[in-house]
């Protein structure tokens, strides 16, 4: 059985099956290793109305670009999976599924990587770490002083209304993309929903007669590198906007949900002595995800005028409702909530690699993927380029980069010539 190759890839989700497309259209040698299956994360860790927030015609994996027809819809849970496993039968990738990979080390004298798997030990020339960053759900501390009767969720366990207690209420915590769309999936089933606002901003769906994706795309924000981001590397850990694709993609009016019956509150601050306790700051998150929005009217607006395009005109967003006083206390027993889906996003977790790529943080340090260890990458990881780097829409471009990289470096190993490297590297 084979144990060395040229490269490994460690993941097979979107951004692994990319890589080993990039590398077998280069005619390279390389092996994918996969802890669960083809697509397991969309479908194992979505909810049943889950759908992309983004249109299709934005899912653009190398050399297979979305084959529907509707490129201006949003895919459903169930058709990203069918996306997925239609583009690996596409090249029929060397993926190994069910195979976990537990440690990756350097092995300097022997100039290899040493790969550590549940099926044994294999050894590469170059090594693609591309696992994306969301790994372990992130639960709150607090969420320990809720009684047992309550039940507690992560927002990647979630699946549907029908799941969560009958004539019970649901308190979300969290307004992120995940927090914003699983409240409105509980509120259109009939559900008393509390909802915990966070800070998250939120983004227009459509305006002045196109999605904003549209707008944005013409506008080239999508190929603004993370170097040229006015935030620059503080940029990868921002809150998505929240926005949905439900319906043929619609905005989350959080206030309009509010005059539906919908209870919103601040931020979670404490639970003790029966009672949830929110910080005072509800009016300030929701004007302060509006102004966001608001903003991305000004850019879009600033665009139309500044290329003298025609355009419909809109008027300018009204809030539908405003917090009187901001409930800062609430019984959880009297409120009748037998639910919590905590929205509260994942860590990272890294610690199987035992390589010195990492900051103080655990995040890898990378340009563009490419570490200070020769030979050693990271791909799918938020903001690794561009915005779409962790998304269908810009994850080609970036195993494009590292394959052409791999294939230099392996053409510059075997002359010994690491000058040619670091000229093509410099000037890319």
């Given at each position: 059985?084979?144990?060395?190759?040229?490269?490994?890839?460690?993941?097979?989700?979107?951004?692994?099956?990319?890589?080993?497309?990039?590398?077998?259209?280069?005619?390279?040698?390389?092996i994918i290793f996969e802890k669960n299956t083809i697509g397991y994360s969309w479908r194992s860790k979505r909810w049943d109305s889950f759908c992309l927030v983004t249109p299709n015609w934005q899912c653009k994996l190398p050399g297979f670009h979305y084959p529907g027809d509707d490129p201006h819809g949003f895919m459903q849970r169930d058709e990203i999976v069918q996306y997925i496993e239609a583009y690996a039968a596409s090249f029929d990738p060397p993926l190994k599924e069910g195979i976990a990979v537990s440690k990756v080390r350097r092995n300097e004298a022997q100039g290899v990587f040493e790969v550590s798997t549940t099926i044994g030990e294999y050894t590469a020339d170059q090594v693609i770490i591309a696992v994306g960053g969301y790994h372990i759900p992130k639960l709150p501390t607090i969420a320990e002083r809720l009684p047992e009767a309550i039940v507690q969720l992560h927002s990647s366990e979630y699946r549907n209304p029908e799941s969560l207690p009958a004539?019970?209420?649901?308190?979300?915590?969290?307004?992120?993309?995940?927090?914003?769309?699983?409240?409105?999936?509980?509120?259109?089933?009939?559900?008393?929903?509390?909802?915990?606002?966070?800070?998250?901003?939120?983004?227009?769906?459509?305006?002045?007669?196109?999605?904003?994706?549209?707008?944005?795309?013409?506008?080239?924000?999508?190929?603004l590198s993370i170097d040229e981001h006015p935030q620059k590397e503080k940029a990868r850990t921002n809150t998505n906007h929240y926005v949905t694709g439900r319906g043929g993609g619609r905005e989350i009016d959080l206030r309009q949900f509010a005059l539906e019956g919908m209870q919103l509150h601040g931020r979670l601050k404490t639970i003790r002595d029966g009672k949830l306790e929110f910080a005072a700051n509800l009016k300030q998150n929701l004007d302060q995800?509006?102004?966001?929005?608001?903003?991305?009217?000004?850019?879009?607006?600033?665009?139309?005028?500044?290329?003298?395009?025609?355009?419909?005109?809109?008027?300018?967003?009204?809030?539908?409702?405003?917090?009187?006083?901001?409930?800062?206390e609430l019984d959880y027993?009297?409120?009748?909530?037998?639910?919590?889906?905590?929205?509260?996003?994942?860590?990272?977790?890294?610690?199987?690699?035992?390589?010195?790529?990492?900051?103080?943080?655990?995040?890898?340090?990378?340009?563009?993927?490419?570490?200070?260890?020769?030979?050693?990458?990271?791909?799918?990881?938020?903001?690794?380029?561009?915005w779409g780097s962790g998304r269908f829409s810009g994850v080609a471009r970036d195993a494009n980069y590292l394959a052409?990289?791999?294939?230099?470096?392996?053409?510059?190993?075997?002359?010994?010539?690491?000058?040619?490297?670091?000229e093509f590297l410099l000037g890319s």
């Open positions: 059985m084979q144990t060395h190759y040229p490269v490994v890839i460690v993941g097979g989700g979107q951004a692994g099956l990319s890589m080993s497309y990039c590398l077998k259209a280069r005619g390279f040698d390389h004539d019970k209420a649901v308190l979300v915590v969290g307004t992120g993309q995940s927090g914003c769309q699983i409240a409105e999936d509980l509120h259109l089933a009939g559900k008393q929903v509390h909802l915990c606002v966070g800070s998250a901003p939120r983004s227009p769906r459509r305006y002045r007669g196109k999605d904003v994706v549209d707008w944005l795309d013409q506008m080239g924000y999508y190929d995800a509006d102004a966001v929005a608001e903003n991305i009217k000004k850019g879009i607006d600033s665009f139309i005028d500044k290329n003298h395009l025609q355009a419909p005109v809109e008027l300018p967003y009204q809030p539908a409702w405003e917090p009187d006083q901001a409930l800062l027993e009297a409120a009748n909530i037998g639910a919590v889906v905590w929205s509260t996003g994942y860590h990272s977790d890294f610690s199987w690699i035992e390589i010195p790529v990492f900051d103080g943080k655990g995040y890898p340090g990378h340009d563009r993927g490419v570490t200070g260890i020769p030979g050693f990458y990271f791909l799918g990881l938020p903001w690794l380029y561009t052409d990289t791999i294939v230099m470096r392996k053409k510059v190993a075997q002359r010994n010539d690491w000058s040619t490297i670091n």
